[in-house]
Each structure stands twice: as structure tokens, then as C-alpha cells.
């Protein structure tokens, strides 16, 4: 049996591959519940403007849309923006079976018209939260006008983990095992995002900005992920890559104004 500072140890690095960690979440203004087919979504909709700035977290009980409230804070009066909870986080409910990446999606899609909330749109995705947005950019390509990818989860990753770091793989499915049945769907779409992402066909050659926290990972696995991330940034031939040192994995909230400003850039950027 593995020791308890073992096991941490293996746990810790887990955490930032979904998202998932134990964080005071703040709270967003203008939020209401929307409806959509099969239930409804929490969403907050605030400010004006185009692009509108859509964002998506990253999986476990902490990864609400409340992970947003500093860097919304920051872009309200500059910006249309959208953050919302999926299924089973928060009050969003969707009253079906959701272990297909595009299930989910197609429901923020729906959400989006929903709330009124007309593209193009520019996505911003957190740790798992990025591979949404990877296939939304498929799915949708002629209404997106570019994509920020915040410390992202790699479509390829959890095939490796499961064979290459079994340990660390039934660690991480044990955790979501034990969660909320409204989220267990998270760790099937973990398995289908590679086949998901290949089917949805190629990604639209817009604006890309990576953003990889330097305090994450460390020793091998440093090397690993940054290598992962390195393969995100040539997603489009308009990508860019930047290391955000004195950060952890929830870059947006332990230098939130580093997002602020990739989001600024980006705007002005689209309306060229």
C-alpha cells in the first residue's frame, strides 16, 4: 500500500490534468438559469460588444463559473461576456445522458442563443475546459474569432496516462467515481475527447494564445506537460505560446490579470 506523502504526491499532479481543486469561488453578477433542450444552464451574461468572450472550466466540485469573477471583473465594461456552469455544477441540470464531448457542446451552443448572445464568439477554456472549447471551435467554425487555452488538457493525455501512468490514471478515475452523478460523465467524455476532436474535423485557422502555468508540474512531468501544451500551440497556424510563471494550474485565479490581458489582446486583435 502506497504511503500517504506517496500519494499525494501521485494526487497532486491528477488535480491539474481536470481542473479540480479547493478554491473559494466568487460570485458573478447577472446570473440567471437559461433554458435549453432537456433542462436548463446557470449562466452569467454581462457587458456589450463583439467578439463576445465565452468561457468554459475545468472538471471537479471547485470548477464552477464563479473560478471567472476576477478576470471578469476586470473586462465588464469592455466586453460581452458569457461564463457558465454545466451540468451538474452549480444550478445547471441537463436531464439526460452526457458522456459524449458533443453532447455538451451542443448544449453551451444552445445556451449561448439562448441568452441572446450572438457570434462570433472567443472562447476561453480552462484545463479540461480547453478540450470543450477545442471541439466547439470544430463544431462551430465560422462563428469563432479565436481561442485562449488556459493551462489545457490535451486530447491525447489521458491515453497516455491510462498507459503509461496506470497508477495515476485509477487515481483519477476512482475521484470521479466517488463524485456527484450529475458530473461522473466528466471522466467518459476524458476517454472520448481524442476520437471526438479527430471526428469533428480540422481547426479553424484563427487567432490561438496558450497560456501553460509554470508552477504545475515538475521534474519529468514538467517536461511532459509543457510538451503537450508546445503541441496546442500549433493548433492554427495564428498560435502563440507563453509561460506564466508564479502560477499554479488555475492561472486565472493566482494572476488573473495575465488573462485580462490575453483577453484584450485578442479583442483588439478580431476587430482589425
Same mark, same amino acid.
Given at each position: 500500500?502506497?504511503?500517504?506523502?506517496? %500519494?499525494?504526491?501521485?494526487?497532486?499532479?491528477?488535480?491539474?490534468?481536470?481542473?479540480?481543486?479547493?478554491? #473559494?469561488?466568487?460570485?458573478?453578477?447577472?446570473?440567471?438559469?437559461?433554458?435549453?433542450?432537456?433542462?436548463?444552464?446557470?449562466?452569467?451574461?454581462? +457587458?456589450? $460588444? %463583439?467578439?463576445?468572450?465565452?468561457?468554459?472550466?475545468?472538471? $471537479?466540485?471547485?470548477?464552477?463559473?464563479?473560478? &471567472?469573477?476576477?478576470?471578469?471583473? $476586470?473586462?465588464?465594461?469592455?466586453?460581452?461576456?458569457?461564463?457558465?456552469?454545466? %451540468?451538474?455544477?452549480?444550478?445547471?441540470?441537463?436531464?439526460?445522458?452526457?458522456?459524449?464531448?458533443? @453532447?455538451?457542446?451542443?448544449?453551451?451552443?444552445? $445556451?449561448?442563443?439562448?441568452?441572446?448572445?450572438?457570434?462570433?464568439?472567443?472562447?476561453?477554456?480552462?484545463?479540461? +475546459?480547453?478540450?470543450?472549447?477545442?471541439? *466547439?471551435?470544430?463544431?462551430?467554425?465560422?462563428?469563432?474569432?479565436?481561442?485562449?487555452?488556459?493551462?489545457?488538457?490535451?486530447?491525447?493525455?489521458?491515453?497516455?496516462?491510462?498507459?503509461?501512468?496506470? =497508477? #495515476?490514471?485509477?487515481?483519477?478515475?476512482?475521484?470521479?467515481?466517488?463524485?456527484?452523478?450529475?458530473?461522473?460523465?466528466?471522466?467518459?467524455?476524458?476517454?472520448?475527447?481524442?476520437?471526438?476532436?479527430?471526428?469533428?474535423?480540422? *481547426?479553424?485557422?484563427?487567432?490561438?494564445?496558450?497560456?501553460?502555468?509554470?508552477?504545475?508540474?515538475?521534474?519529468? @512531468? /514538467?517536461? &511532459? &506537460? *509543457? +510538451? =503537450?501544451?508546445? @503541441? =496546442?500551440?500549433?493548433?492554427?497556424?495564428?498560435?502563440?505560446?507563453?509561460?506564466?510563471?508564479? %502560477? +499554479?494550474? *488555475?492561472?486565472? /485565479? @493566482?494572476?488573473?490579470?495575465?488573462?485580462?490581458?490575453?483577453?484584450?489582446?485578442?479583442?483588439?486583435?478580431?476587430?482589425?
Amino acid at each position: 500500500m502506497p504511503s500517504k506523502t506517496t %500519494s499525494a504526491a501521485v494526487l497532486t499532479p491528477v488535480v491539474a490534468l481536470v481542473g479540480c481543486a479547493s478554491l #473559494r469561488l466568487g460570485q458573478l453578477e447577472g446570473t440567471r438559469r437559461i433554458g435549453v433542450s432537456g433542462g436548463v444552464v446557470e449562466a452569467s451574461v454581462q +457587458g456589450e $460588444g %463583439s467578439p463576445a468572450v465565452v468561457f468554459e472550466s475545468g472538471a $471537479g466540485a471547485a470548477c464552477r463559473m464563479g473560478n &471567472w469573477a476576477q478576470v471578469i471583473e $476586470g473586462l465588464q465594461r469592455e466586453a460581452r461576456l458569457f461564463a457558465y456552469n454545466r %451540468s451538474g455544477y452549480g444550478r445547471s441540470r441537463i436531464h439526460r445522458n452526457l458522456d459524449d464531448p458533443r @453532447d455538451v457542446t451542443e448544449i453551451l451552443h444552445r $445556451g449561448l442563443i439562448e441568452a441572446g448572445v450572438e457570434p462570433p464568439y472567443l472562447l476561453v477554456g480552462h484545463s479540461i +475546459g480547453g478540450l470543450y472549447m477545442n471541439l *466547439f471551435a470544430r463544431l462551430y467554425p465560422d462563428e469563432i474569432s479565436g481561442l485562449i487555452l488556459i493551462d489545457s488538457s490535451h486530447p491525447e493525455q489521458f491515453d497516455y496516462l491510462r498507459k503509461e501512468k496506470p =497508477l #495515476r490514471h485509477a487515481i483519477m478515475v476512482t475521484s470521479y467515481a466517488k463524485g456527484s452523478p450529475h458530473v461522473r460523465y466528466e471522466m467518459a467524455n476524458m476517454n472520448r475527447f481524442r476520437r471526438e476532436i479527430e471526428q469533428a474535423g480540422p *481547426f479553424p485557422n484563427v487567432p490561438v494564445l496558450v497560456l501553460t502555468a509554470g508552477e504545475s508540474w515538475h521534474g519529468e @512531468d /514538467r517536461k &511532459w &506537460w *509543457f +510538451g =503537450l501544451q508546445k @503541441d =496546442l500551440a500549433s493548433l492554427s497556424s495564428k498560435c502563440r505560446g507563453k509561460i506564466v510563471e508564479s %502560477s +499554479g494550474h *488555475f492561472i486565472q /485565479r @493566482d494572476r488573473p490579470e495575465v488573462v485580462v490581458e490575453a483577453i484584450r489582446e485578442m479583442l483588439a486583435e478580431a476587430s482589425r
